[in-house]
Nanobody
Framework: QLQASGGGLVQAGGSLRLACTVS????????IGWFRQAPGKEREGVSC????????YYSASVKGRFAISSDNAKNTVYLHMNNLKPEDTAVYYC?????????????????WGQGTQVTVSS
């Protein structure tokens, strides 16, 4: 199971930290990805951390503003979101994948969390 948390309402330019706590699956052997879905839009990949936790990936729209990290002792992966923009408003999901190759493809992921809402006001 995956539990995403940390969403909320924030003003543009603000920051939030999302957390994805993983249990019941081989969390330390899985790549963990973050996706988001805005109303009327397809779910898109935002970031991913590799199985080894040595490699991180970002979409062009968030690179330089978001950072992904992990705390293996807590089986938790974090998405640190800085300088938030109204276009970052979406439901954010975390998911596990066997590998980080083509991390941005939804069909590479097998388990998904329930999502957490992020709203950025202008």
């Amino acid at each position: 199971q995956l539990q995403a948390s940390g969403g909320g309402l924030v003003q543009a330019g603000g920051s939030l930290r999302l957390a994805c706590t993983v249990s019941g699956v081989t969390a330390d052997q899985s790549a963990i990805g973050w996706f988001r879905q805005a109303p009327g839009k397809e779910r898109e990949g935002v970031s991913c951390i590799s199985n080894t936790r040595h490699h991180t990936y970002y979409s062009a729209s968030v690179k330089g503003r978001f950072a992904i990290s992990s705390d293996n002792a807590k089986n938790t992966v974090y998405l640190h979101m800085n300088n938030l923009k109204p276009e970052d408003t979406a439901v954010y999901y975390c998911a596990t994948a066997p590998f980080d190759a083509t991390w941005f493809l939804r069909n590479k992921y097998d388990y998904w969390g329930q999502g957490t809402q992020v709203t950025v006001s202008s």
